[in-house]
C-alpha cells in the first residue's frame, strides 16, 4: 500500500468573478522512501494540490471531491483535530519563500521550539536540545548562538536551512518542498539539494519536490508528474519523461532547457499565455498553445493513455502515432 494516495482530486476556489478550478482531477500515490517531482509553470496548480494536502487552503479555497489518504487515512473531511495530529508530525512542508515564512519578531530558537512542543510530548529543555540537534543536522554554525537571533540576521541560504530544520523536527514521513530552492544562488540551490537528499537517505522518509526547474527534477526524483492548467498531463519515471515525453507541453519544457550543445543559440520558448481558469475549454488545456494542435484537441480532451508500464501521457498525438499517422 502506498504512503500517501491522492485519487481524482478537485480544487476549487470561490471568488466573486467565479469558481477557479485550480486542481482538477489529480491522482497520484508515493511509496516510501521515494522522490516525486511535481513539474509546471506558475498557476499550473503545483502549490494547491500541495496545500490541499495539508488542508491549509485560503478561505475561498474548497476541495471540490476527491480522496487524499495517508497509510490507508482518509484526510478529506477528517477535520481539523486529525490533521493537527497529520501536519508537522506525520507531513510538513517547507514553503516556498524562506523570506517570509518566518516571523521577523521572533527567535528562529522560539519558533524551532514551538513546532516541536505543539507537535511532541517533549518538554521545553527537551524541545531546546532537538531544536539545537536539527540546526546542526541541517549545517547552521554554531547553532547555539543562533538559537538567540531573529531571522533578518541569517542570509537566504541559512533561512532555508532553518526552514527545513523546523519541517524535519517531527521526523515526518513525507516532505513536501514547495520550490525549496527558487530564492536562491546556484550554489546555495546546490547545498540545499546536496542536503535535502542526504537526510532523505538517513531518515528514509519519502518526498514531494514541487519545482518549475527540470535541473532539480533530474537531479533528486524517481518520478515526475507534469501539470497544465490544473490537470497531470504526463506522468512517469524521471527517465521516461526525460528522454521519452510523449506530451507536447512537456516537449516544449525540454526544448526551453538550455543545453551545454547549444553553441549559443536562442532558446525556444513556449508561445503565447497560459490559459484563464475561470473559462477552461472543452479540449485540451494546451491547445491554444500547441504548434500540433489538431481539430479534435479543441473540442475535446484526451483521456491518459499507458504509453509503458511505468509513463501515461494525456495527448492526441500518441493516439495518432498508434493510428499509423492517421488524425484521431
Known sequence: MAMLEVKDLHTSFFTPAGEVKAVNGVSFFLDQGKVLGIVGESGSGKSV???????????????????????????????????????????????????????????????????????????????????????????????????????????????????????????????????????????????????????????????????????????????????????????GTADEIFYNPKHEYTKGLMRSIPTVDSDGGRLQPITGTPIDLLNMPKGCPFAPRCENAMKICLRERCERMQINEDHAAACWMNVKEQKGGDRP
Not at 487524499?68 to 487515512?73: A, T
Not at 527537551?126 to 554554531?142: F, H, I, K, T
Not at 547555539?144 to 523536527?169: D, H, N, T
Request: overall charge negative; charged content about 20%; hydrophobic content about 45%.
Open 49 to 235: 494540490t500541495a496545500y490541499s494536502i495539508m488542508q491549509i487552503l485560503e478561505k475561498t479555497g474548497k476541495i471540490v471531491s476527491g480522496s487524499i489518504k495517508f497509510g490507508g487515512q482518509e484526510l478529506v473531511g477528517a477535520g481539523e483535530k486529525v490533521m493537527k495530529t497529520i501536519r508537522g508530525n506525520k507531513i510538513s512542508i517547507i514553503f516556498q519563500d524562506p523570506m517570509t515564512s518566518l516571523n521577523p519578531t521572533y527567535t528562529i530558537g522560539h519558533q524551532l521550539m514551538e513546532a516541536i512542543i505543539l507537535h511532541t510530548d517533549r518538554d521545553r529543555k527537551q524541545a531546546y536540545d532537538r531544536a539545537v540537534e536539527m540546526l546542526r543536522l541541517v549545517n547552521v554554525n554554531e547553532p547555539e548562538k543562533r538559537m538567540k537571533q531573529y531571522p533578518f540576521e541569517f542570509s537566504g541560504g541559512m533561512r532555508q536551512r532553518v526552514m527545513i530544520a523546523m519541517a524535519l523536527a517531527c521526523e515526518p514521513d513525507v516532505l513536501i518542498a514547495d520550490e525549496p530552492t527558487t530564492a536562491l544562488d546556484v550554489t546555495i540551490q546546490a547545498q540545499i539539494l546536496e542536503l535535502m537528499q542526504k537526510l532523505q537517505k538517513e531518515l528514509g522518509m519519502a518526498i514531494i519536490m514541487i519545482t518549475h526547474d527540470l535541473g532539480v527534477v533530474a537531479q533528486m526524483c524517481d518520478e515526475v508528474i507534469v501539470m497544465y492548467a490544473g490537470s497531470i498531463c504526463e506522468q
